[in-house]
């Protein structure tokens, strides 16, 4: 039986779902990180 | 001797340049193509398991490869103690390079078609016009203009060059396919598609669908032992690479998502099946869907430009490999190397986009060296270097700390995903 229009948009939200969500967390540990620790000159010189 | 190395402005400049590099044509045109040929949603199961599995954690390692090195994938493997490190180099090295004389000529295409919807001839026979675009002359001319605008980013550096243009053609990139995506699915019709793109038939799921999926999830993120080692090698010891990993998979991921969104409604809207192999999907069948639409103009604009800001942020990536390495080989500065190699590409590249033959056996060597190069990674962090040093070393970022488990998978099991994936793709 073909899935209703319904089970075919919750389906579209879970997969967007599935890539936006882990994306989102990693994006905004690194905007976290980044506010708490600016790097100095002295890091930027191997 | 003090030897300052470039370094991205945070993170997030890694994360862009990294997006950048990971979506390419992989993600825009491949990705929709093999869905098509591999029964829809069934794909899209072992492509998220694969994702989730080992694409951020090839990231993970690709880019601590990089940064505990100091070094591109030309001087990584010496610094981290492998055996004849600076000879294996080479490989990695400079195999972009290769891969830059063939890509300039997709890219070229892509640029091309930005203006192609003012041709009558792109309308009434795409598959003819496509012929003049992907031969001759004007094939020529738009890989060296594709080469031009990689080369003048790239001379610029990471932060004043690669970093700031990423982050730009990637948020347009971004916006695009979200319009693109949501026009598709309001067209009238377009639930068959959608129904075909997310909603798996079991039955589809077979051996060969998963292995195709795992080269895919491999290729697309640019897990090649290069780009991800030398964008790595510009952070600083302190840098969170478990988040920027993370961050890179899911946004390249979303990409390659949006791209079928914007694809499968409106083909299967107008009854074009969305199985075409090679570049048809992408070059011709795209003409014969958006003919049928209203506002076809600039939807097919649209969606070249969002295909070539993908090839020309991968290119920057692929550029940026050899750079490196002829700044460790030679200590030349990035302002004399990056003209002269962007001048031998192109010299290389004109007769290669003229003639498909040499563009053919270009194609082949760069599959054939591709599982040797990704390879590197994982031999030159886990088994030359200290497996669990540089488990330490991965854990001194301020993200999420990686268990002891992860230098069991770095050690053996990615490694042994590499052989699998790459082969199937070469036998395949």
């Known amino acids: 039986m073909a899935a209703s229009t319904t089970q075919v948009i919750l389906t579209a939200v879970g997969v967007l779902t599935i890539t936006v969500v882990p994306f989102v967390w990693g994006l905004y540990r690194m905007v976290k990180h980044t506010r708490e620790h600016e790097p100095g000159e002295d890091e930027r010189v191997m | ?428």
């Open chain 2, 1 to 428: 001797m003090s030897n300052v190395r470039e370094r991205w402005s945070s993170e997030l400049g890694l994360v862009a340049g990294a997006i950048g590099s990971a979506v390419g044509l992989g993600n825009i045109w491949l990705f929709p193509m093999l869905v098509g040929q591999n029964g829809g949603a069934a794909f899209l199961i072992p492509y998220f398991i694969f994702t989730f599995s080992f694409v951020w954690t090839g990231l993970v390692i690709e880019f601590n490869t990089g940064r505990i090195a100091q070094q591109g994938p030309a001087g990584a493997y010496e610094e981290l103690g492998m055996p004849f490190g600076k000879y294996i180099g080479l490989i990695p090295g400079f195999r972009p390079l290769v891969v830059l004389i063939f890509y300039a000529s997709i890219a070229g295409w892509t640029l091309r078609y930005i203006g192609a919807p003012a041709n009558e001839q792109f309308w009434a026979e795409p598959g003819a016009f496509f012929g003049t675009v992907n031969s001759g002359l004007q094939s020529a001319v738009f890989a060296v203009l594709a080469l031009a605008i990689i080369g003048s980013i790239v001379y610029f550096g990471i932060e004043k060059g690669i970093e700031p243009a990423t982050k730009l053609m990637i948020g347009l990139l971004f916006i695009l396919l979200v319009l693109l995506g949501i026009r598709s699915v309001l067209l009238p019709g377009s639930l068959e598609g959608l129904r075909f793109y997310l909603v798996p038939d079991f039955s589809k799921l077979t051996t060969r669908v998963v292995l195709n999926a795992m080269a895919q999830a491999f290729f697309t993120a640019s897990l090649a032992g290069a780009p991800m080692i030398v964008y790595g090698s510009y952070l600083s010891e302190k840098a969170d690479t478990v988040s920027a990993a993370i961050t890179t998979t899911f946004g390249n991921a979303t990409i390659a998502l949006l791209s079928g969104f914007a694809i499968f409604p409106a083909a299967l809207a107008v009854g074009v099946e969305p199985n075409a192999s090679g570049p048809g999907l992408l070059f011709i069948s795209l003409p014969a869907i958006a003919q049928q639409l209203p506002g076809s103009t600039l939807i097919v604009t649209g969606f070249f430009l969002a295909a070539a800001l993908a090839a020309i942020s991968t290119g920057l990536s692929i550029l940026e490999v050899p750079v490196d390495s002829l700044k460790y080989h030679f200590g030349l500065p990035r302002k004399v190397v990056t003209p002269i190699l962007v001048l031998i590409v192109a010299v290389v590249a004109i007769p290669t986009a003229m003639s498909s033959e040499l563009f053919d056996t270009l194609t082949t060597i760069v599959l054939y060296t591709g599982p040797l190069a990704a390879l590197l990674a994982p031999l030159g962090l886990f088994w030359a270097y200290d497996g669990r040093q540089a488990l330490e070393q991965i854990n001194e970022g301020p993200g999420t700390e990686l268990g002891d488990w992860f230098f069991y998978w770095g050690k053996y099991i990615y490694p042994a995903g590499i052989l699998a994936a790459y082969a199937w793709d070469v036998l395949g």
